[in-house]
């Protein structure tokens, strides 16, 4: 039997045009849509919104000598999509993860700040009851566990609320940081744990009453509905949305007979983001999720033709290597137990569908020995401070290796030096 071979989607300059056109004409729209919410915000010296609290944390400023001024600050995301921080009393009540009705002074700033992370003077009007089914959640997780910590990761994992500073610190030390905030990676895992539980009685049902639907489109279509009511109930994280986009631009192109492990998919991708969405320009989650996936296609249209077994084996160590001039240089963390994320992060594929059967099951305390020996590790991490050019170099030569397999093997020569550079700064 004769395998289709999927094909590129731009094949000519003329398809090149016509995709930048479209984005250009998206980006515009999108554009004009944040400039008119801008001047609605910025139209008076106040304004009344609804936001929910992603953060609250405490902070001092030294005024003058014996003089310090204690308060708490607030990050804050609208329900028009901007994201703020603001100031508050230092008597006020944790509302963290709360959605509340607040005033806001905002008149001076610009459309650059409105589209970044910008400052504003506020005052709470109303805190709205919390939901009731995510309450009841968080409670079944508080009962399932004794330790604090372990209820607050899980809790971070399964409803992407914020962790405190302490866990941050240790899981950033540990560099697995990235597998408790909900994102990509863990919407992958949800994907192939549905299709393993949706596929088989849809085909059953299928063959029986409705051959003539498509298993593998009605599939995903099933999949789609439910991950979007999960990001929906956890109020839309941005990571989850921008991986959920993704999901289904991916999947129409696959449906469409287009080759997905391609650098023009993840062009096409980007683009279609950041029309639809222009504050990603400034979002630096979404340039490091885009660069984890780069590489992982880098890798795969250098060595698709290798054995599966040995991608699989290999391909943690490369994704590693090639994200650690992006850690080093943004977050500058680093310690001995650093390059052990990379097994960890494998072993996680498994554990993260586990824990969520475990839960169910009511045994969901099973690893939290594990967890608590994980969490009372000292990495002594160090702060490592790296160049931006380094970076930049990093950059340039991912961008050459598309074309050229010598840039390739130079790049992982580049990267193992920035490791053996950093493992030595430690030791």
Known sequence: MTKI???????????????????????????????????????????IIQAKVLKQYKKSKILKPKKVKNYQVLKLESTKGFTFYSIASKNLPNYKGRNIEIE??????TFLSYLKNFFAFSKILKVYESDSLKESIIHFIDTAHTDRDITLLYQALF????????????LSDLGISHLIAISGFHLGVLSAILFFLIKSPYRFFQSRYFPYRHLKRDTFLMISILLLLYMLFLDTPPSLLRSFAMLLVGFILYDRGVKIVSMQTLLITFLLLIALFPRLLFS???????????????????????????????????????????SLVLFGNFSLYHPFSIIITSLFTLFYPITIFLHFLGVGNLFDGLLEALLQIEPHAVKITLSHKILYLDILLSFVAIFKKEALYLLLVYNLSIFIYSIYHIT
């Open 5 to 47: 071979e999927r094909v590129e989607l731009l094949r000519s300059k003329r398809d090149y045009i016509y995709l930048f056109t479209l984005f250009i004409l998206l980006f515009s729209i999108s554009l004009f849509h944040e400039y008119y919410n801008y001047k609605e915000l910025t139209k008076f010296n106040s304004q």
């Open 104 to 109: 806001i002074w905002a008149g001076d700033i």
């Open 159 to 170: 409803l992407a609320k914020p962790l405190p500073y302490h866990l941050q610190k240790i």
């Open 284 to 326: 630096i989650g979404f340039f490091l999720s885009l660069s984890g996936v780069f590489y992982i296609f880098l890798f795969l249209i250098y060595f698709q033709n290798k054995k599966k077994l040995w991608q699989f084996l290999i391909l943690p160590f490369w994704v590693y290597l090639m994200m650690l001039p992006y």
